[in-house]
């Protein structure tokens, strides 16, 4: 899938991520980049911001990531379907405006990387991909649990739905209060035992307890250092440095990803782009990922 070239470009035309063709309405596409621009979790608000960025970022990129050997549009067919139509006004029906557009996307396409925007519209990004795969294996990046009480954390809910498979789930990353992974089965790998065991060791118990279920790969950037992420809506110091976190999320590509999302953007709170810049590196990441594990499983 050959990308916009930089002289076709202009200051007017719509951006797009990485510069892939702009297709609103896509049908047999290998994997779809979706906008997501709410704003709802966090304590900072401007997640609404966020797709935006992150495409603005992306915009001077010329392959996803360095050093990844075959191009990754060439082995995958990609498009950017624009942004989901998200108010602030419409706040008591925010999940079931994604779960609609993601049912029918996922009803034509193999799959989509979502860029947020909340990272509270998770759990119809899940609805829609059970919908296709059945209760899917979940790893989950994050600095905060958002677990410590069952009401409003998307991982009870799935689970109670029957979305996830609480064997599988893997929440790498936390370093805040709460219990909900260990409470219904999934597994955590907080700061400290992820620096015990290495990127190398984390990714192998990844390997190990998701294997080849199919596979829904969420990000959010505090899971990173605010060193390295400081424009989040939750600022949690003590997280995983860039290099890590991209390093890890290499074991993306020997598993059986159906879909992704990169979520918790909030530009006003870094004005120097270094957050979108990470966010745009790791939707990169994760493109080329599923494209290497569309490889192997072929």
Same mark, same amino acid.
């Given at each position: 899938?050959?990308?916009?070239?930089?002289?076709?470009?202009?200051?007017?035309?719509?951006?797009?991520?990485?510069?892939?063709?702009?297709?609103?309405?896509?049908?047999?596409?290998?994997?779809? +980049?979706?906008?997501?621009?709410?704003?709802?979790?966090?304590?900072?608000?401007?997640?609404?911001? *966020?797709?935006?960025?992150?495409?603005?970022?992306?915009?001077?990129?010329?392959?996803? *990531?360095?050093?990844?050997?075959? #191009?990754?549009?060439?082995?995958?067919?990609?498009?950017?379907?624009?942004?989901?139509? &998200?108010?602030?006004?419409?706040?008591?029906?925010?999940?079931?405006?994604?779960?609609?557009?993601?049912?029918?996307?996922?009803?034509?396409?193999?799959?989509?990387?979502?860029?947020?925007?909340?990272?509270?519209?998770? &759990?119809?990004?899940?609805?829609?991909?059970?919908?296709?795969?059945?209760?899917?294996?979940?790893?989950?990046?994050?600095?905060?649990?958002?677990?410590?009480?069952?009401?409003?954390?998307?991982?009870?809910?799935?689970?109670?739905?029957?979305?996830?498979?609480?064997?599988?789930?893997?929440?790498?990353?936390?370093?805040?209060?709460?219990?909900?992974?260990?409470? =219904?089965?999934?597994?955590?790998?907080? %700061?400290?035992?992820?620096? !015990?065991?290495?990127?190398?060791?984390?990714?192998?118990? +990844?390997?190990?307890?998701?294997? !080849?279920?199919?596979?829904?790969?969420? %990000?959010?950037?505090?899971?990173?250092?605010?060193?390295?992420?400081?424009?989040?809506?939750?600022?949690?110091?003590? #997280?995983?440095?860039?290099?890590?976190?991209?390093?890890?999320?290499?074991?993306?590509?020997?598993?059986?990803?159906?879909?992704?999302?990169?979520?918790?953007?909030?530009?006003?709170?870094?004005?120097?782009?270094?957050?979108?810049?990470?966010?745009?590196?790791?939707?990169?990441?994760?493109?080329? =990922?599923?494209?290497?594990? =569309?490889?192997?499983?072929?």
């Amino acid at each position: 899938m050959e990308r916009i070239p930089s002289p076709a470009r202009s200051c007017a035309r719509t951006l797009t991520f990485m510069r892939l063709p702009l297709d609103l309405d896509p049908t047999a596409r290998d994997l779809v +980049v979706l906008g997501v621009p709410y704003d709802e979790s966090g304590w900072f608000p401007g997640n609404r911001l *966020g797709p935006g960025a992150v495409r603005s970022a992306s915009a001077v990129a010329h392959v996803p *990531g360095a050093d990844r050997g075959p #191009g990754t549009f060439d082995l995958v067919d990609c498009v950017d379907g624009g942004d989901l139509d &998200l108010t602030p006004w419409i706040s008591g029906a925010a999940p079931e405006v994604p779960y609609k557009r993601l049912s029918h996307l996922l009803a034509g396409n193999a799959a989509v990387l979502l860029l947020g925007g909340s990272r509270s519209l998770t &759990l119809a990004a899940l609805r829609a991909v059970a919908e296709i795969h059945g209760p899917v294996a979940l790893l989950h990046l994050a600095a905060d649990p958002a677990g410590a009480h069952p009401q409003g954390d998307f991982l009870y809910q799935a689970i109670d739905e029957c979305l996830v498979d609480p064997a599988a789930v893997v929440r790498i990353g936390l370093r805040g209060a709460g219990d909900s992974g260990h409470a =219904q089965g999934g597994l955590m790998l907080d %700061v400290g035992r992820f620096g !015990r065991l290495g990127v190398r060791g984390a990714a192998d118990v +990844v390997r190990h307890r998701i294997a !080849r279920r199919p596979v829904y790969v969420s %990000v959010a950037v505090d899971v990173a250092d605010p060193a390295f992420a400081p424009g989040t809506g939750i600022r949690v110091p003590g #997280g995983l440095t860039s290099r890590e976190l991209l390093g890890f999320l290499r074991c993306v590509g020997d598993l059986c990803p159906v879909g992704f999302e990169v979520t918790g953007m909030s530009p006003p709170q870094d004005r120097s782009g270094i957050t979108t810049a990470l966010a745009s590196e790791i939707g990169g990441e994760l493109i080329h =990922q599923y494209a290497r594990a =569309q490889r192997i499983l072929m």
